[in-house]
Nanobody
Framework: QVQLSESGGGLVQPGGSLRLSCTAS????????MAWYRQTPGAQRELVAR???????DYSASVKGRFTISRDNDKKSVYLEMNNLKLEDTAVYYC?????????????WGQGTQVTVSS
């Protein structure tokens, strides 16, 4: 069974930095794209960043220029470097991996990790 395990969340002051990690385990032959989402109570889960199998990344407008997504195929991991954190970045962050050539098939989620930005 495929499982995604997240780590790296925590409490940080505005302007600070955090690095989130997500590692997949189980019977995995290939990973297509990897992504990070975030969600606050009462809100929909929103896409933060995505990186394709070829390494091409894109970001939501709210984090562009501050966050960097990267991947390590040997470790079956995806990372999110978060810099210059703002209060509105507070959320539960979830990693996602697509294990199918089709974008909306074989999607797996991490358990979530809390990021709290507070002064």
């Amino acid at each position: 069974q495929v499982q995604l395990s997240e780590s790296g969340g925590g409490l940080v002051q505005p302007g600070g930095s955090l690095r989130l990690s997500c590692t997949a385990s189980g019977n995995i032959f290939r990973i297509n794209y990897m992504a990070w989402y975030r969600q606050t109570p009462g809100a929909q889960r929103e896409l933060v960043a995505r990186i394709s199998g070829g390494g091409l990344a894109d970001y939501s407008a709210s984090v562009k220029g501050r966050f960097t997504i990267s991947r390590d195929n040997d470790k079956k991991s995806v990372y999110l470097e978060m810099n210059n954190l703002k209060l509105e970045d507070t959320a539960v962050y979830y990693c996602q991996m697509n294990l199918s050539p089709h974008a909306n098939e074989d999607l797996y989620w991490g358990q979530g990790t809390q990021v709290t930005v507070s002064s």
